[in-house]
């Protein structure tokens, strides 16, 4: 396994959660990463992605200013800390490597993918 997501669960309406990403030293250290998710129904969608060395990040407009993306390159791991929590931020969550330094907001620019984390959020 190359990407393995956890940390998701049941949350309350304005709680936090923080997920993890642990990923494997060929394709973390010098690529770019996301966060995406998956609600029920609905197709993936971008939520978050940093620069192979964390100097650059990007969010989607809907979870700006309530959600932080990180990594620790010594210890190839991948986090997403999510405050402010809403019943619409519930979906299975996907952690990805990209192609590239620099993770894009589309899913093409990603090589690839975690299992997935549920994250549900209870109103």
């Known amino acids: 396994v190359q990407l393995q997501a956890s940390g998701g669960g049941l949350v309350q309406t304005g709680g936090s959660l923080r997920l993890s990403c642990a990923a494997s030293?060929?394709?973390?250290?010098?690529?770019?990463m996301g966060w995406f998710r998956q609600a029920p129904g609905k197709e993936r969608e971008f939520v978050a992605t940093?620069?192979?060395?964390?100097?650059?990040?990007s969010y989607a407009e809907s979870v700006k200013g309530r959600f932080t993306i990180s990594r620790d390159n010594a210890k190839n791991t991948l986090y997403l800390q999510m405050d402010g929590l809403k019943p619409e931020d519930t979906a299975v969550y996907y952690c990805?490597?990209?192609?590239?330094?620099?993770?894009?907001?589309?899913?093409?620019?990603?090589?690839?993918w975690g299992q997935g984390t549920l994250v549900t959020v209870s109103s």
């Open positions: 990805a490597a990209a192609r590239g330094s620099y993770g894009p907001a589309a899913l093409s620019g990603y090589r690839y």
């Open positions: 940093i620069s192979w060395n964390g100097g650059s990040t």
């Open positions: 030293s060929r394709i973390f250290s010098n690529n770019g």
